[in-house]
């Protein structure tokens, strides 16, 4: 069975501060997907990022930028410098490919963390 | 271009009722999820609707059951409501492409559902 683990219940940290959420995972198959969702108060999912298990490959987008390691089982997020407009409950999800039909099965979400920046 | 679409927004219904929720998904997509959230809680995972068809589906009963229609919209149903049913339900698309890789699922703002 699929499992998402995110340690840290809740982080705050003052405006202009780095901050690295984590995120470890579990699964038995070779081919899955990893996800970072926010979402602020509002309640919507916003997608951040999406990556499959066979691209190691770092990725920065703006502020954001997100550590995918494979040997520890880990899809870290970190956000520089961040900004009040950061605050939200950030969930890591995964999920594992169906077989020749392509696509992808649901998402298990880890329990999420809630992200407090302060001015 | 309209992202995910839901209705109604809020919804309050008695126990024991029957409650439908409407997802209309990302233009393109054509793969349909439904989720659960529970104040406090991550989401969980409904179902998943392809082709008109449920194609897998989460640890939840048989009191919750779905529809997909032709142009992709789907519905959630659930029947006999319980107090435990209050909770913001979330619908996804997507798009299952064999072969490929591209698989990113979009979330609708969601329904909020009071069980009274």
């Known amino acids: 069975a699929q499992k998402v683990t995110q340690a840290q219940t809740e982080i705050s940290v003052v405006e202009k501060e780095d901050v690295t959420l984590d995120c470890v995972y579990e699964t038995r198959d070779t081919t899955y997907y990893l996800f970072w969702y926010k979402q602020p108060p509002s309640g919507e999912l916003v997608f951040l990022i999406r990556r499959n298990s066979f691209d190691e490959q770092n990725e920065i987008s703006g502020r954001y930028s997100w550590n995918f390691q494979k040997s520890t089982s880990s899809f870290n997020f970190t956000i520089t410098a961040s900004q009040v407009v950061d605050s939200a409950v950030y969930f890591c999800?995964?999920?594992?490919?169906?077989?020749?039909?392509?696509?992808?099965?649901?998402?298990?979400f880890g329990k999420g963390t809630h992200l407090i920046i302060q001015p | 271009d309209a992202g995910v679409t839901q209705s109604p927004t809020h919804l309050i219904k008695t126990r024991g009722q029957q409650v439908t929720l409407r997802c209309s998904p990302k233009s393109g997509h054509d793969t349909v999820s439904w989720y659960q959230q529970a104040l406090g809680q991550e989401p969980q995972f409904i179902f998943q609707y392809y082709e008109e068809e449920e194609r897998q589906r989460g640890n939840f009963p048989d009191r919750f059951s779905g529809h997909q229609f032709p142009n992709y919209s789907s519905e959630l149903n659930v029947n006999a409501l319980l107090l435990g049913d209050s909770a913001l339900y979330l619908c996804?698309?997507?798009?299952?492409?064999?072969?490929?890789?591209?698989?990113?699922?979009?979330f609708g703002p969601g329904t909020r559902l009071t069980v009274t």
């Open positions: 999800a995964l999920s594992e490919a169906l077989g020749s039909g392509g696509g992808a099965d649901g998402l298990t």
């Open positions: 996804a698309s997507s798009i299952r492409l064999a072969g490929t890789s591209s698989y990113e699922q979009y």
